[in-house]
């Protein structure tokens, strides 16, 4: 099992990025896929999932109306829809899975990608 992260950078205030995330060796649609992030001297902190069994989603407060997640099953991939993008957006970004996972709690989530780092210029 896999999950492989790419679409980080650096990036002005006010800019986007896009996050992708590609699974393999899982039932893909039978997974809660969420985005979590860290940064520095910080704890993992949760930014959105998407929902295993319908399009429902939610976000962390921070990035609420500013962040999309999607999800596309027949391509085994989750994305992250970064916008209007603050310093304090900086961080290493996770993409994780959970079986039928659809909260924002770290210990849900029990296969992880490596990460990918996001740098919000100020």
């Known amino acids: 099992v896999q999950l492989v992260e790419s679409g980080g950078g650096l990036v002005q205030t006010g800019g986007s990025l896009r996050l992708s995330c590609v699974a393999s060796g899982l039932t893909f649609s039978a997974y809660g896929l969420a985005w979590f992030r860290q940064a520095p001297g910080k704890e993992r902190e949760f930014v959105a999932v998407?929902?295993?069994?319908?399009?429902?989603?939610k976000y962390g407060d921070s990035v609420k109306g500013r962040f999309t997640i999607s999800r596309d099953n027949a391509k085994n991939t989750v994305t992250l829809q970064m916008n209007s993008l603050k310093p304090e957006d900086t961080a290493v970004y996770f993409c994780?899975?959970?079986?039928?996972?659809?909260?924002?709690?770290?210990?849900?989530?029990?296969?992880w990608g490596q990460g990918t780092q996001v740098t919000v210029s100020s």
């Open positions: 994780a899975a959970g079986w039928s996972a659809f909260n924002p709690y770290v210990r849900a989530y029990n296969l």
């Open positions: 998407a929902n295993w069994r319908d399009d429902s989603t």
